[in-house]
């Protein structure tokens, strides 16, 4: 069956019509293929870290976000995270039956000062997150550290943010679905515009930043379902610890209706 996403061939195919390598809907070879290539590698990493220009601050896109549940083994305080892991996004949590408290953050030297002042065993409590050594085949890698050690085996999740895998096959398909095909696709002209030397064209840059920011509203709208209506800054006193914090994002914006401004 047929779908409306771009494959990664249709994404390099594109860039090189724009540049003129190749007529239209011929894909280009040797190294011409290398350079458009290396262009839809540039154009994706410019898709994956956007600013909402809203509030002028980072956006995380909702696709790239991944859910890890894991078991602990009995003595054993060290575990490693993902592969693709990037950056976490909440704490480690029990699972519900366990009835347990959420882990706590805490950095490497405070855990291993734990360790060598009690070296005890039970439900962890606190964790880290560690840079293993780096591998320059793979990157850098992640390792998780929990006090105390546990005792037995503890059921634990998380969420935290993936770094997307590069393309390589000519089918594979570009992240995001349907709804992230045409900003990607602009993402990557745009660096294909910005590559030639007597371009003073911003045509692709200019649809891509508005292609962007279109998608950002979009896929805030499917995470931020809690914040309904008006809320007001200068009024916060009935709102609990986690509603403030989503307010927070909202600081550069009309400090009477947060969401005058949208």
């Given at each position: 069956?047929?779908?409306?996403?771009l494959?990664?061939?249709?994404?390099?195919?594109?860039?090189?019509n724009?540049?003129g390598?190749?007529?239209?809907?011929?894909?280009?070879?040797?190294?011409?293929?290398?350079?458009?290539?290396?262009?839809?590698?540039?154009?994706?990493?410019?898709?994956?870290?956007?600013?909402?220009?809203?509030?002028?601050?980072?956006?995380?896109?909702s696709?790239?976000e991944?859910?890890w549940?894991?078991?602990?083994i009995?003595t054993?305080?060290?575990?490693?995270?993902?592969?693709?892991?990037?950056?976490?996004?909440?704490?480690?949590?029990?699972?519900?039956?366990?009835?347990?408290?959420?882990?706590?953050?805490?950095?490497?030297?405070?855990?291993?000062?734990?360790?060598?002042?009690?070296?005890?065993?039970?439900?962890?409590?606190?964790?880290?997150?560690?840079?293993?050594?780096?591998?320059?085949?793979i990157?850098?890698?992640?390792?998780?550290?929990?006090?105390?050690?546990?005792?037995?085996?503890?059921?634990?999740?998380?969420?935290?943010?993936?770094?997307?895998?590069?393309?390589?096959?000519?089918?594979?398909?570009?992240?995001?679905?349907?709804?992230?095909?045409?900003?990607?696709?602009?993402?990557c002209?745009?660096?294909?515009?910005?590559?030639?030397?007597?371009?003073?064209?911003?045509?692709h840059?200019?649809?891509?930043?508005?292609?962007?920011?279109?998608?950002?509203r979009?896929?805030?709208?499917?995470?931020?379902?809690?914040?309904?209506?008006?809320?007001?800054?200068n009024n916060?006193?009935?709102?609990g610890v986690?509603?403030?914090?989503?307010?927070?994002r909202?600081?550069?914006?009309d400090?009477?209706?947060?969401?005058?401004?949208?």
């Open positions: 069956m047929a779908k409306l996403t494959t990664y061939l249709d994404l390099y195919t594109e860039v090189s724009f540049l390598f190749t007529d239209a809907t011929v894909a280009p070879t040797g190294t011409d293929l290398t350079v458009c290539k290396n262009l839809v590698d540039r154009g994706i990493r410019q898709f994956l870290y956007p600013i909402d220009m809203r509030y002028q601050t980072p956006h995380r896109w696709f790239i991944r859910y549940s894991f078991s602990t009995g054993q305080w060290k575990y490693a995270m993902p592969g693709d892991f990037s950056e976490l996004l909440t704490d480690f949590v029990h699972e519900k039956n366990e009835q347990l408290p959420t882990l706590q953050k805490r950095s490497a030297q405070q855990i291993s000062r734990m360790r060598s002042t009690t070296d005890t065993t039970g439900w962890p409590r606190y964790y880290a997150l560690v840079n293993m050594p780096y591998d320059i085949e990157g850098t890698l992640y390792e998780l550290w929990m006090y105390p050690t546990p005792s037995q085996i503890y059921t634990l999740f998380a969420f935290y943010r993936a770094d997307p895998v590069q393309l390589t096959a000519t089918t594979d398909l570009a992240l995001g679905g349907i709804s992230a095909t045409e900003a990607i696709l602009e993402s002209l745009s660096v294909a515009e910005q590559s030639l030397d007597d371009s003073v064209s911003k045509n840059q200019n649809k891509a930043e508005d292609l962007i920011q279109r998608l950002i979009f896929d805030a709208g499917k995470v931020d379902t809690h914040t309904v209506g008006n809320l007001y800054r916060l006193g009935g709102l986690d509603d403030v914090d989503q307010c927070n909202f600081a550069n914006v400090q009477n209706d947060i969401y005058s401004q949208s």
